[in-house]
């Protein structure tokens, strides 16, 4: 029974003992048993609205927990050392870290509202449409940056793919980390390691060239001693 419709039954039946004390003489007992009966409900009521204020706090308690966790949450993702992008399906951004703006070289409110797709180069486009498309999070992939200034910056995707199945929507969680630098020192290794191929191909040729010449040199040289 609804509290609402206990209140509507005491209100009632104050009503007809109203009406009853004012149209006939009162009957004692009649009103004994009335206030009795008003007296049990009362505190039906009051132990319903015992239970309501319990529920209440307990409501109470647990949105000041969730409060408090998306709170820490919010947190750890604005001052994570990764950047972290919050799109939709179609890659809009809806939120962005500090770490995001600094990789981007621009305000976190500049950066909400954008399709990531304008933010890389043009060359990976299609591979970002297909990730879209079909997200992955199992397989990471990178991408170049378009460049603001200076050199053109390469990132690490991985992303992890959310979905409401209440209202339809989906939510992609993108985790982007600049290896640029560790890209340029592969690159400067391969170079590094063709040069000392080429070095060891060049100092072979001239050991052989010298080994051979050392060889002419002592088969001229029993051959002259031989006339």
């Keep these: 029974m609804s509290i609402s419709y206990q209140i509507e039954a005491v209100y009632q039946r104050a009503l007809h003992l109203r009406e009853q004390a004012i149209t006939n003489p009162v009957d004692?007992?009649?009103?004994?048993?009335?206030?009795?009966?008003l007296y049990l409900v009362l505190e039906e009521l009051q132990a319903v609205d015992a239970e309501l204020h319990q529920q209440n706090q307990i409501l109470s308690d647990t949105r000041y927990q969730v409060d408090l966790e998306r709170q820490r949450y919010r947190t750890l993702f604005e001052l994570a050392p990764d950047s972290y992008l919050v799109t939709d399906e179609v890659?809009?951004?809806?939120?962005?870290?500090?770490?995001?703006?600094?990789?981007?070289?621009?305000?976190?409110?500049?950066?909400?509202?954008?399709?990531?797709?304008?933010?890389i180069d043009q060359g990976d486009w299609s591979e970002l449409q297909r990730r879209l498309a079909q997200p992955d999070r199992t397989t990471p992939w990178n991408v170049t940056l378009k460049s603001q200034q200076g050199n053109p910056v390469t990132v690490a995707i991985a992303t992890n793919v959310l979905k409401d199945?209440?209202?339809?929507?989906?939510?992609?969680?993108?985790?982007?980390?600049d290896i640029s630098q560790q890209r340029r020192m592969e690159q400067e290794l391969q170079a590094a390691h063709g040069d000392l191929e080429g070095l060891i191909a060049a100092r072979t040729a001239e050991l052989t060239q010298e080994n051979a010449q050392l060889r002419q040199d002592l088969s001229d040289c029993r051959q002259g001693r031989a006339q």
């Excluded at 209440?166 to 969680?173: E, K």
């Design 91 to 119: 890659g809009k951004i809806y939120h962005a870290n500090r770490a995001a703006a600094t990789l981007f070289a621009l305000p976190q409110t500049g950066l909400v509202g954008k399709p990531l797709v304008v933010l």
């Design 165 to 177: 199945s209440r209202h339809g929507a989906t939510t992609i969680l993108w985790s982007l980390r």
């Design 28 to 37: 004692p007992s009649l009103l004994e048993l009335s206030l009795k009966d």
